[in-house]
């Protein structure tokens, strides 16, 4: 049942079912449960999660809200806690010990919460795997052939990656922010961009980020 991420010690775990639930939580007497939504933010507080995970010893339940609905109400009923996506939930015995939510999963409000009650690991080396990377690898390489225009490339990366609902490490999350920053800043629309070539050569930046994701 139990997932790794490139180290055996990390369990991340995927909750598609209310019998999931259950047995993650009788499995496990200290874990976490992390609701992901489909929009933005959801890649941005599994980030600051994954941070904390490299270095204590947690297993984390995920659900993925839009796909395992049930599983997601489950845990809301279990604990009474209203449901948000992304939403982080700590467990001790089967009991919800700490929530929180949206952009409120941060540094600031994780750290002294898993200093508190979250054990260190031995190795912290380790790093949980983020959601695949080829739609982004082929964008790129459609731009860097000539098929796509500056303009149309930076609509359609923005658009991907604001859509992007994947849990993702953050060193992904800071790669794939790095041509145009954060697209949740163009509220009104991808109009709100500036000049594609304003941060530097693009096809050079686009070239160079391709060969950082592998």
């Not at 599994?46 to 659900?63: A, K, M, N, Y």
Request: overall charge negative; hydrophobic content about 35%.
């Amino acid at each position: 049942m139990t997932q790794t991420a490139q180290n055996e010690q990390q369990v991340l775990v995927p909750l598609t079912t209310p019998e999931d639930v259950d047995s993650f939580l009788r499995e496990y007497p200290l874990a976490a449960v992390f609701k992901a939504g489909t929009c933005h933010k959801t890649m941005q507080g599994f980030g600051v999660v994954e941070t904390f995970l490299q270095r204590h010893d947690l297993p984390v339940g995920f659900i993925r809200v839009v796909d395992w609905r049930p599983a997601s109400n489950h845990v809301a009923q279990l604990t009474g806690i209203t449901h948000h996506s992304p939403q982080f939930i700590l467990f001790r015995d089967g009991q919800a010990q700490f929530e929180v939510n949206n952009w409120d999963i941060t540094p600031e409000t994780l750290g002294p919460v898993f200093s508190a009650h979250v054990p260190e690991r031995a190795d912290s080396q380790g790093e949980v795997a983020g959601g695949g990377l080829e739609p982004y690898r082929r964008l790129m390489t459609a731009y860097i052939n000539g098929e796509l225009s500056d303009w149309a490339f930076q609509d359609q990366y923005v658009a991907m990656f604001r859509n992007d609902g994947s849990l993702r490490s953050q060193r992904e999350f800071d790669l794939l922010s790095r041509l145009f920053g954060d697209p949740d800043a163009y509220h009104g629309g991808l109009h709100q961009l500036g000049a594609p070539q304003e941060r530097g050569d693009l096809k050079a930046r686009v070239q160079q980020l391709l060969t950082e994701l592998g």
